[in-house]
């Protein structure tokens, strides 16, 4: 099963760590680094050029590293979009 993530990306369900806001998430100086982090070793990918309100942390099965997804999509909506694709 496939999820919508916006503009043109889609995830695999069973690779997604978690669905994070990014507003609230950020604050952390944890998370700062870890998105740092991955955007520095080029793992981030901007599903928008809109103001982002979510991001996505999915496991790759074929380089067995993360890989950041930045989305305009709110969380709210993305858990909508999970539970009316798995039902």
């Known amino acids: 099963m496939y999820l919508h993530i916006g503009n043109d990306y889609i995830v695999n369900v069973k690779n997604i760590v978690g669905i994070f806001d990014i507003e609230n998430s950020s604050t952390s100086a944890i998370t700062r680094d870890f998105l740092s982090?991955?955007?520095?070793?080029?793992?981030?990918?901007?599903?928008?050029?809109?103001?982002?309100?979510?991001?996505?942390?999915?496991?790759?099965?074929?380089?067995?590293?993360?890989?950041?997804?930045?989305?305009?999509?709110?969380?709210?909506?993305?858990?909508?979009r999970y539970k009316k694709n798995n039902l």
Do not use: W
């Open 37 to 80: 982090a991955a955007e520095k070793n080029k793992r981030v990918t901007y599903c928008t050029y809109e103001l982002p309100k979510s991001f996505i942390v999915c496991f790759d099965d074929k380089t067995l590293e993360e890989k950041v997804y930045v989305s305009q999509l709110g969380v709210a909506t993305l858990l909508k």
